[in-house]
């Protein structure tokens, strides 16, 4: 159990270090994301000093009315260049589709096929293999024996019954077996 605690307290140990490691990244992290911040708006965006005449707030506000009309017009010619490239893609995403509507193709299933089969479609319809092991075999035919000839000879057991019914029959039946 002591060794136990003491792994525990290591495991516990080394999980503050590297939270507090991590701690330390994460601000220095923000730091460096806020000097970039202040970087970008100092490059992009002069001080804004206010004039102390109305002429010259005006002729401000007509440089800032300009500015503005030219970024809604980059913001327009961007809106068109992404909806032309939208109406691109949606053709050819189309195209596809009928492309791959004509062709359809099925599920593929598997497929039993004998070995003759299976060997021609490997080597290709020049070579002739025969894989049929129940041609190769012999066939030997029965000799007849008497009984199943009884059996032949006797054919249906109702002719039998009506012909041997009565006292035509029975004479038969004597007339045979003498």
Same mark, same amino acid.
């Given at each position: 159990q002591k060794r136990h605690r003491a792994i525990t307290a290591r495991r516990q140990h080394l999980k503050s270090v590297m939270l507090q490691i991590a701690a330390t990244e994460l601000e220095k992290e923000e730091g460096r994301r806020e000097a970039e911040k202040q970087n970008y708006l100092? @490059?992009? =965006?002069?001080?804004? &000093?206010?004039?102390?005449?109305?002429? $010259?707030?005006? @002729?401000? =506000?007509?440089?800032l &009315?300009?500015?503005?009309?030219?970024? $809604?017009?980059?913001k327009?010619?961007?809106?068109?260049?992404?909806?032309?490239?939208?109406k691109e893609l949606e053709d050819m995403n189309q195209k596809l589709f009928?492309?791959?509507?004509?062709?359809?193709r099925p599920p593929l299933r598997r497929v039993r096929m004998s070995a003759d089969a299976m060997l021609k479609a490997l080597l290709g319809s020049k070579h002739k293999v025969c894989m049929d092991l129940r041609?190769?075999?012999?066939?030997v035919k029965k000799e007849d024996t008497e009984k199943e000839r009884d059996l032949r000879d006797v054919g249906d057991w109702r002719k039998n019954i009506e012909?041997?019914?009565?006292?035509?029959?029975?004479?038969?039946?004597?007339?045979?077996?003498s």
């Open positions: 100092s @490059e992009h =965006c002069p001080p804004l &000093h206010l004039p102390g005449s109305m002429s $010259e707030v005006q @002729e401000l =506000c007509r440089q &009315h300009a500015k503005i009309d030219a970024a $809604e017009e980059e327009y010619d961007m809106e068109i260049r992404v909806q032309k490239s939208t009928d492309l791959r509507g004509k062709f359809k041609a190769n075999l012999k066939q012909e041997k019914s009565g006292m035509e029959g029975r004479k038969k039946m004597f007339e045979t077996e």
